[in-house]
């Protein structure tokens, strides 16, 4: 079982910062994708972002500039650092990871912009 917990949400006032973190039980290096999704109130899940185990990137159009996806597998664990924050970001944000056919969810960490 592989079991990812989230964190570094919380409430900011836009144009602000965050950086959310997502740690992985299982040796990263191992695991093939590992990306970042949210979910507003209303609105089905969307990607932001995904990293490869070699590192190459994947964002959403709408977020290229704004959002950072990083990962250490030295760590186990995926970063997502979010810049000029906007109201319209607030949303759970979820992290995954593919590995060996499976996909695996964290329990999601809420992330408020206030205007």
Do not use: H
């Amino acid at each position: 079982q592989v079991q990812l917990v989230e964190s570094g949400g919380g409430l900011v006032q836009a144009g602000g910062s965050l950086r959310l973190s997502c740690v992985v039980s299982r040796n990263t290096f191992s695991v093939n994708v590992m990306g970042w999704y949210r979910q507003a109130p209303g609105k089905q899940r969307e990607l932001v972002a995904d990293i490869s185990r070699g590192g190459r990137t994947n964002y959403a159009d709408s977020l290229k500039g704004r959002f950072t996806i990083s990962r250490d597998n030295a760590k186990n664990a995926v970063y997502l650092q979010m810049n000029s924050l906007k109201p319209e970001d607030t949303a759970v944000y979820y992290c995954n990871a593919y590995s060996g056919g499976v996909i695996y969810w964290g329990q999601g960490t809420q992330v408020t912009v206030s205007s």
